[in-house]
C-alpha cells in the first residue's frame, strides 16, 4: 500500500516482480519478471536510462508517464521514442 510511504503517489514507481498482484495502486507500478538468480538477468539495469530520464525530467504526475507505457516494454519502448524525438 503506496500511502503508507507519507509520499505523493504522483511522484511514485513502485517496481515488483510480483506489483500488479500486490499493489494496491496499479497506475505507479512497474511490474518486471521475477529474478531468480540469472545472471544474464538485466531487467532493472534496462529501466535505469528511463529511471534517469523521469528523474531529470520531473513530470508532475509520474501516473500519466507509466500510462503512456502500459502494455508495453518500457526499457524498448523508452528506446524507440528517444530515437524519434532525436529526429
Known amino acids: 500500500d503506496l500511502s503508507k510511504l507519507n509520499r505523493n503517489p504522483a511522484q511514485v514507481i513502485y517496481i515488483s516482480g510480483?506489483?500488479?498482484?500486490?499493489?494496491?495502486?496499479?497506475e505507479n507500478?512497474?511490474?518486471?519478471?521475477?529474478?531468480?538468480l540469472e545472471n544474464d538477468d538485466t531487467q532493472l539495469l534496462d529501466l535505469i536510462p528511463f529511471l534517469e530520464y523521469v528523474a531529470m525530467a520531473r513530470p508532475s504526475d509520474?501516473?500519466?508517464?507509466l500510462a503512456s507505457y502500459q502494455g508495453r516494454d518500457i526499457p524498448a519502448e523508452f528506446i524507440e521514442r528517444s530515437k524519434e524525438h532525436q529526429r
Open 18 to 26: 510480483h506489483a500488479l498482484e500486490s499493489c494496491l495502486q496499479p
Open 29 to 36: 507500478c512497474v511490474e518486471i519478471k521475477p529474478w531468480k
Open 62 to 65: 509520474i501516473r500519466a508517464v
